[in-house]
């Protein structure tokens, strides 16, 4: 009786142990399943893309534009569009396919533009003239009618002494500069003022900007901020730069979306 008792005991754990190695042979397996046509992965139910190549990462609209005449690739235009995405980016896609319909991403371009100094009205963030003069005069283009030298001119001559002394009136403000050695004199500077920083690809126009520059003084002398008043509206401008010089330079058959 004992025998027996103990051979069933060994029978049902053999059997328990076959049909735990059964399940995890099954729950390892990669089984696909299908739900309206699109297959999904077991299990967790992940969907199962089609296979995809890496995506071109480049710096300008040059390259974007040899790539797709060259075409190395081999890719249908009419399969593709070029999407202008901001002011800095642009992105070659595919058109949806597959059953799950993915839009694949062939090439990124991403403008290299330098780090601004800009701030907001709620945070301004001040600059010391030593710091902002470099700045100003690397990282923006003198554009015709702009107030580019008229803010080089006053952020080198204001007085380094720790009181800077300012008229606002919303149109203009007067400012205290350093004329000479010891002399002081009132500067008059456009408010706002109106600089194209470099702000996108370089084979298009820099974008003008609304800017209004502030002064203040303290402990380690007179400070420069420039501060956005345009609310933004440079990115419109900059993304129709773009799409514009991409339908002239790309092949007609490309579709632009900006």
């Not at 100003?136 to 006053?154: A, P």
Request: proline letters at 6%; charged letters at 25%.
């Amino acid at each position: 009786m004992e025998s027996n008792t103990f051979e069933t005991a060994e029978l049902l754990i053999n059997t328990g142990k076959e049909l735990a190695r059964e399940e995890l042979k099954n729950e390892n397996a990669f089984v696909v399943h299908e739900h309206e046509g699109r297959p999904y992965i077991k299990g967790n139910w992940n969907k199962l893309y089609k296979p995809e190549a890496e995506s071109l990462h480049i710096h300008t609209l040059t390259g974007l534009k040899d790539y797709l005449e060259s075409n190395p690739d081999k890719l249908d235009y009419d399969e593709l569009m070029v999407h202008v995405v901001s002011h800095d980016t642009v992105l070659i896609r595919s058109v949806p396919y597959g059953p799950h319909k993915q839009r694949p991403t062939f090439m990124q371009a991403e403008a290299i533009v330098p780090v601004h100094m800009f701030s907001s009205a709620t945070r301004p963030e001040y600059h010391s003239p030593e710091q902002f003069l470099p700045y100003m005069q690397s990282c923006f283009v003198e554009t015709e009618g702009d107030h580019l030298t008229d803010v080089i001119q006053v952020c080198g001559n204001i007085s380094t002494s720790a009181e800077v002394q300012q008229q606002d009136d919303g149109m203009k403000q007067n400012v205290t500069t350093r004329a000479g050695v010891v002399t002081k004199e009132l500067t008059e500077v456009p408010n706002p003022v109106i600089l194209y920083p470099f702000s996108t690809f370089t084979e298009v126009a820099q974008p003008g900007r609304k800017m209004t520059l502030r002064f203040k003084g303290g402990e380690n002398g007179a400070k420069c901020a420039l501060i956005e008043a345009d609310g933004g509206a440079w990115k419109i401008t900059a993304m129709q730069s773009i799409a514009d010089w991409l339908r002239e330079n790309l092949p007609e058959e490309v579709k632009v979306i900006a």
